[in-house]
């Protein structure tokens, strides 16, 4: 994955190969329950202002995948009410395929004093840490929201409340086929240095510089 890994890639391995894997590609089994449980244990332990863990999980167990199916089949013909059979198969099927299915509920608390974009930061890092805990467990996933994240009355179905959002549908499962190679990305495409202030009565600092391959040794 990359042109030569140094010792803390080596050791972060986990987190950096980390890549999602779509529903198509995952096949039973799922995580059984105390896997499911470190997961969300894992959700847990992000950096979360307050201790407040403003984001919930929804399990949609097998017994109940045909009636999800039914509310997301009624999703798609409420946004396209000529849906053609196939569009409601594929519908249908993100409810039915994954092994396990958890919808990812962002729950910010209105009457607190930790901001709301740090509630939501949270709830991130939380998802964030949920998808590295099911692939360091060995399995596929990836969170999808699509259009029906965005429809009130699916959301109400599926048990979300007034106040809350419905950010996505995290699908689990064991790899059948492998995802394609993740896109290399440099770390200096987020990485830059503040220059200070040449004149500390000038406001405007000036622009950050960014980093460059030669300067990722740490300096002094
Ligand atoms: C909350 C959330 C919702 C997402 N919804 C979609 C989606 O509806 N469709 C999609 O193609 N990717 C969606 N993505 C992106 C994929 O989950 C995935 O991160 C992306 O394809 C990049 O793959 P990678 O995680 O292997 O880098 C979503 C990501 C997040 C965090």
Redesign the pocket.
């Known amino acids: 994955m990359w042109r030569h890994m140094t010792g803390a890639e080596r050791i972060l391995e986990v987190l950096l190969t980390?890549?999602?894997v779509s529903p198509r590609r995952l096949e039973h089994p799922g995580p059984n329950p105390d896997e499911l449980d470190a997961i969300i244990q894992a959700g847990l332990r992000a950096p979360d202002h307050g201790g407040l863990h403003p984001w919930r999980v929804i399990e949609f167990r097998p017994q109940n995948r045909e009636a999800l199916a039914w509310c997301f089949e009624q999703e798609k013909l409420r946004r396209d009410p000529l849906a053609s059979p196939t569009d409601l198969r594929r519908a249908r099927e993100h409810a039915t395929r994954p092994p396990l299915l958890l919808g990812?509920v962002v729950s910010p608390r209105e009457r607190s004093k930790i901001p709301a974009r740090e509630q939501w930061l949270g709830a991130?890092a939380a998802?964030g840490n949920l998808?590295s805990a099911a692939h360091q467990l060995g399995y596929g996933a990836?969170?999808?929201?699509?259009e029906r994240?965005f429809d009130e009355t699916l959301a109400r179905q599926v048990g979300v409340l007034p106040g809350e959002y419905l950010?996505?549908f995290i699908s689990v499962g064991s790899i059948r086929e492998a995802?394609p190679q993740?896109r290399e990305v440099l770390s200096q495409s987020v990485w830059s240095c503040w220059q200070g202030w040449q004149d500390p009565r000038d406001d405007n600092a000036p622009p950050d510089q960014p980093i460059l391959p030669s300067e990722r040794v740490r300096g002094s």
């Open positions: 980390r890549r999602s990812f991130g998802l998808l990836i969170v999808l929201s699509g994240c950010a996505g995802p993740a």
